[in-house]
């Protein structure tokens, strides 16, 4: 990854209109940010959009940016917020995700089976503030601190927030395996 003085470089030449120093933090940070996005959103392709609405966000309020060496807690909030406005926007619309392998049975043996297919369907059932915060600390390995600064946050709420949301995975898990 980018070191910290070349991040705040390329963040002020980006802030000042460098597309080039742009193009090099959405390189270095897109394969991460996508990560996160499908596990809030359980679905690539809304994830690559999350994260594609994001960049753009980033591009247009980049200048706004007062302290650059905060950018990657910046950039996952964006992120965050990305996959709740598509999570939202989804449920207006009342979208339920019919799964390609469902309408195919030559698609049967390649469906996902046993822990991996539970815990892909619990964390469905999550709200998108608790796949959030999973996400960050269990995929990303972020420690409370900055995940409290990614959400804007006290420390205090996101330590709460994450025994929150362990427990409603728990008991989803718990759900799903007695179905």
Do not use: Y
Not at 94 to 106: F, H, K, L, S, Y
Request: glycine fraction near 6%; charged fraction near 30%.
């Amino acid at each position: 990854m980018v070191e910290a003085a070349t991040v705040s470089t390329l963040v002020d030449l980006a802030s000042a209109g460098d597309r080039s120093a742009f193009e090099s933090l959405v390189r270095s940070r897109a394969d991460s940010m996508f990560r996160l996005s499908v596990a809030i959103l359980g679905d690539e392709a809304d994830a690559a959009d999350a994260v594609q609405d994001a960049f753009i966000g980033v591009w247009r309020q980049l200048p706004r940016l007062r302290e650059p060496e905060r950018f990657e807690a910046w950039l996952r909030r964006i992120v965050v917020n990305s996959c709740r406005m598509t999570l939202r926007a989804k449920a207006r619309r009342g979208v339920r995700e019919m799964p390609i392998g469902d309408m195919d049975p030559a698609a049967a043996p390649a469906r996902e089976t046993g822990d991996v297919e539970l815990l892909r369907i619990a964390l469905r059932d999550l709200t998108a503030d608790q796949r959030s915060i999973l996400a960050l600390h269990h995929l990303e390995g972020r420690p409370l601190a900055e995940i409290a600064e990614v959400l804007a946050i006290p420390v205090g709420t996101a330590k709460s927030r994450l025994f929150t949301a362990r427990a409603a995975l728990v008991r989803a898990l718990g759900e799903e395996d007695r179905r």
